[in-house]
């Protein structure tokens, strides 16, 4: 069997358009739309167009997520103890994110919005006041993974889901999410963490400052989305 380059570049390049096409557009509609042309396609290519959009969800477009696991970062700036972290952060946004797509929770986004702002300022705030990481932050960071599941799954309920690979995309957009959370991490370690990690003033001249900044951030997203 004879491999047709020609009809293979045009098929990616398609692949490539949808992808394109989903992140770009807010309209609901359109972006159903566009999932229909996904519908024609193979579950494995489906699959791969849903893993990197849950990657691009985190980098570069999650930017609230982002702070969120750099806050997680900064107090304890080693490897070990943000896995933790990040695998009951997992574990929580997985269940929620299921939960959401099949109708299971209907969770309104003028509720959870806000409280994906706050979560980032809690955790920023504990960074700047907590000289060192407590055990109660897993059950904390467990906690508010259930609420950013939730605005996961607002931004997927966007796009839409191809009907015939509905739990193959979901699962891979999800496993798309924790690629990027995994990236965000090893930036945070191999750009701070291994050079000033250790030095004595890495609390004072790295994670406070760097905590104020996300604090004032995310103040000002709890209030623009409450009240705008």
């Not at 991490?185 to 406070?208: E, T």
Request: with cysteine.
């Amino acid at each position: 069997m004879s491999f047709n380059f020609s009809n293979s570049f045009s098929y990616y390049r398609r692949i490539v358009g949808i992808m394109l096409l989903l992140l770009l557009t807010s309209q609901p509609l359109w972006a159903h739309v566009v999932v229909g042309e996904l519908e024609k396609m193979s579950k494995s290519h489906a699959a791969l167009v849903y893993l990197g959009l849950g990657y691009k969800h985190i980098l570069p477009l999650g930017f609230d997520h982002i702070l969120f696991i750099l806050s997680l970062f900064l107090l304890s700036p080693k490897l070990k103890p943000v896995l933790w972290q990040a695998t009951a952060f997992t574990i929580a946004h997985s269940v929620t994110l299921g939960l959401a797509m099949y109708h299971v929770i209907t969770p309104p986004a003028k509720i959870v919005e806000p409280v994906i702002a706050l979560s980032i300022l809690y955790v920023a705030l504990e960074n700047i006041f907590s000289p060192k990481l407590k055990t109660s932050r897993i059950g904390v960071v467990f906690l508010f993974g259930l609420v950013h599941g939730m605005g996961f799954a607002g931004a997927l309920g966007h796009l839409g889901l191809p009907k015939d690979a509905y739990l193959i995309c979901l699962v891979m957009f999800n496993a798309g999410v924790e690629l990027g959370q995994l990236t965000v991490i090893l930036a945070g370690y191999f750009l701070l963490a291994r050079w000033f990690g250790d030095k004595p003033y890495y609390r004072k001249r790295i994670v406070i400052p760097l905590s104020i900044i996300i604090s004032v951030i995310a103040a000002y997203w709890t209030v623009q989305r409450l009240f705008f």
